[in-house]
């Protein structure tokens, strides 16, 4: 048993087997295995004893108390007020990214290259500068916020600057995953059903909607994920009121800080599942594309 | 709104000109909300940082606390670059080439740090590596401090990008002719000639692509470098927590060097992908 999986990692490389007569063990610590080895390690150094490491302080701070903490009013608010950021970024920006998607798939016009730069900024900017830009353009002396604060809505410290904050840094995902699908989809199906006698809406609801469907539930998956565990940028414009504008995200680093370890572990755990679970959807609807491809 | 009104117009031209869906609305509600949302906050930041001369900008950068946390920043950024190319560039290779278990697992969680809030990743390397845990008292009895230090700062930043070298690079290897290695092979070259004539040059636009999203996304790296790096000015306090103390103090004028000096360094790294996008796709034609 042990013999065959060493020789099965040997085979798979495109080099001769070594002569039978070498030992077992210069075999296992051939250079397949030694690399195979060190990325095992790396990864379980990186990721997988971390990850253990954060189950079981949950369990080693009382499954109790972490429970409880996760029931208090501020836990609930914080995770409450984070969900509902995430739908409201979520929706806007799969409304507007499918139009973005749409004009660069599309179209072609002057600044287009320019336009799809600025569209990646949101990846590359430092969500701290992301806040502090919002901070610049909402506060009382920005050129927006000047506005609002004159009609008496604030934007800064309060729920608008955070969903416009986590907007920001979700905007390009739904786009980036559409835009390849649409150009891979072509026109002609949109052509033959507008000739048909389809309007602009029955052409987009029936046809492109459908062939941009995988795309799009992985670009909102993503959002989502981001939007959940979205921290700098939120907590820079929301000055983090506990109860009030406290996020999930910065009720943990609130926890952490004031060393109350159980609540922090809980809430985090919680995020790290949904934020499992959402990758596990992206990797169903990844398989499912690729099989249709096949 | 228009999206579902009823055409008055004749079917043709309305689906053309006369609703929402026409080319020209739909590209002006896109350049409209990305303009609005992208390059308005960018263009208001710095009209905010350049508008008072670059005399008052240098005196918020001139701080010996803020340019330290620049050049930590970009020192623990290389850092990581260094080891994410060594070791993404590996893993990719291992996924692609070789078969062993537990590799659809690794293939799976690559991802995990995309998804893991980084307060999250902040926590889950404190809890293992800090000093509270048993690892983290085995290795400081050893000299060796992880949490709260640099080497928490570089590991924080090796988590929170591991996907970006290995998923640039894996499509590569996956594609890559194995014709060219075996005639290679064929020829007399060894392993390590046809590692270094095959196929390095042929992943390295895909490697210099990952680093420099690593780069980026190291440089501006906020919520894991929080928490385990303790934040000290002039030794462990980055260039985005230097931001966010400022910010909190109520001095935003001091945070404006230092936002606008990683505002340029993520649209140098931006432009850099571009050209190496460009490079990729020349060779590919």
New interface residues.
């Given amino acids: 048993m042990r013999e065959n999986?060493v020789s099965?990692?040997g085979s798979?490389?495109?080099?001769p087997k070594p002569p039978a007569g070498r030992s077992r063990m210069r075999r296992a610590l051939g250079?397949?295995n030694l690399?195979?080895g060190?990325?095992?390690v790396?990864?379980s150094v990186?990721?997988?004893?971390?990850?253990g490491?954060?189950v079981r302080?949950v369990f080693d701070s009382g499954f109790a108390d972490s429970i409880r903490s996760l029931g208090s009013p501020v836990a609930l608010h914080a995770f409450w007020l984070t969900l509902g950021i995430t739908v409201v970024a979520v929706i806007i920006n799969t409304f507007?990214g499918v139009?973005?998607a749409?004009?660069?798939a599309?179209?072609r016009?002057v600044g287009k290259l320019l336009?799809n730069?600025?569209?990646?900024?949101?990846?590359?900017?430092?969500?701290?500068?992301?806040?502090?830009?919002?901070?610049?353009?909402f506060g009382p002396n920005?050129?927006?916020g000047r506005w609002f604060e004159a009609g008496g809505i604030r934007i800064i410290f309060a729920l608008p600057g955070m969903v416009?904050a986590t907007?920001?840094i979700t905007?390009p995902f739904v786009t980036r995953e559409v835009v390849p699908v649409l150009q891979e989809a072509g026109t002609e199906q949109e052509d033959a059903a507008?000739t048909l006698?389809a309007?602009?809406?029955q052409?987009?609801r029936r046809i492109t909607v459908p062939s941009i469907r995988w795309g799009l539930g992985y670009g909102v998956c993503?959002t989502a994920?981001r939007a959940?565990?979205?921290?700098?940028a939120v907590?820079?414009v929301s000055g983090s009121v506990i109860g009030k504008t406290q996020t999930a995200?910065?009720y943990?680093?609130q926890e952490?800080t004031d060393f109350h370890y159980a609540g922090?572990?809980a809430a985090?755990l919680v995020?790290?599942v949904a934020?499992?679970l959402?990758?596990m959807t992206?990797?169903v609807i990844r398989r499912r594309v690729t099989a249709r491809m096949e | 709104m228009g999206?579902?009104r009823k055409?008055t117009d004749t079917?043709?031209s309305?689906?053309r000109y006369g609703?929402l869906?026409?080319?020209f609305v739909?590209?002006a509600?896109?350049?409209g909300?990305?303009g609005l949302?992208?390059?308005?906050?960018?263009l208001?930041?710095s009209v905010?940082a350049f508008g008072d001369g670059l005399g008052s900008l240098w005196d918020s950068l001139r701080r010996p606390d803020a340019l330290y946390s620049l050049e930590l920043t970009v020192v623990m950024a290389l850092a990581m670059v260094v080891v994410n190319v060594v070791?993404g560039t590996?893993?990719a290779?291992?996924?692609i080439?070789?078969?062993?278990?537990?590799q659809s697992l690794?293939n799976?969680?690559?991802?995990?740090?995309?998804?893991?809030?980084?307060?999250?990743?902040g926590?889950?390397?404190?809890?293992?590596?800090g000093p509270q845990?048993a690892v983290g008292r085995f290795l400081s009895s050893n000299g060796v401090e992880v949490i709260y230090a640099k080497p928490g700062i570089v590991?924080a930043l090796?988590?929170v990008t591991?996907p970006f070298v290995v998923r640039s690079v894996q499509p590569v290897l996956m594609g890559l002719d194995?014709e060219m290695?075996?005639a290679a092979?064929t020829l007399g070259a060894n392993?390590w000639v046809v590692f270094r004539k095959v196929i390095v040059p042929s992943i390295l636009p895909a490697v210099l692509t990952g680093a420099a999203l690593s780069f980026?996304?190291a440089?501006?790296?906020?919520?894991s470098v929080?928490?385990v790096a303790g934040n000290i000015p002039m030794r462990t306090q980055v260039?985005?927590?230097f931001?966010?103390g400022e910010?909190e103090s109520d001095n935003?004028q001091g945070?404006l060097g230092v936002?606008v000096a990683?505002?340029a360094g993520?649209?140098l790294?931006?432009?850099l992908l571009?050209l190496l996008q460009r490079i990729g796709r020349s060779r590919d034609a």
């Fill in positions: 999986q099965d990692g798979a490389a495109a080099n250079p397949e690399m195979i060190a990325v095992v790396w990864f990186l990721v997988l004893f971390p990850l490491a954060m302080g507007f139009i973005v749409l004009v660069l599309r179209q016009f336009f730069g600025v569209l990646d900024l949101p990846f590359a900017l430092s969500p701290v500068v992301a806040g502090f830009m919002f901070i610049v353009l920005g050129w927006l416009l907007i920001f905007l507008r006698g309007d602009g809406w052409t987009f993503l994920s959940l565990g979205e921290f700098g907590l820079i995200t910065s943990i680093h952490f922090a572990f985090s995020l790290a934020s499992f959402m990758l992206m990797e | 999206f579902g055409n079917r043709g309305a689906a609703d869906g026409s080319p739909l590209r509600i896109a350049v909300y990305v949302m992208i390059a308005l906050p960018i208001a930041l905010r070791m590996l893993t290779w291992v996924l080439r070789y078969r062993f278990p537990g690794v799976t969680l690559i991802d995990l740090p995309f998804a893991v809030p980084t307060v999250v990743t926590l889950m390397l404190v809890i293992l590596y845990s590991l090796l988590f591991l194995r290695e075996e092979a392993r980026s996304r440089i501006g790296e906020f919520g929080v928490i260039a985005s927590v931001i966010y910010i935003p945070a936002s990683l505002l993520s649209l790294v931006l432009i571009s």
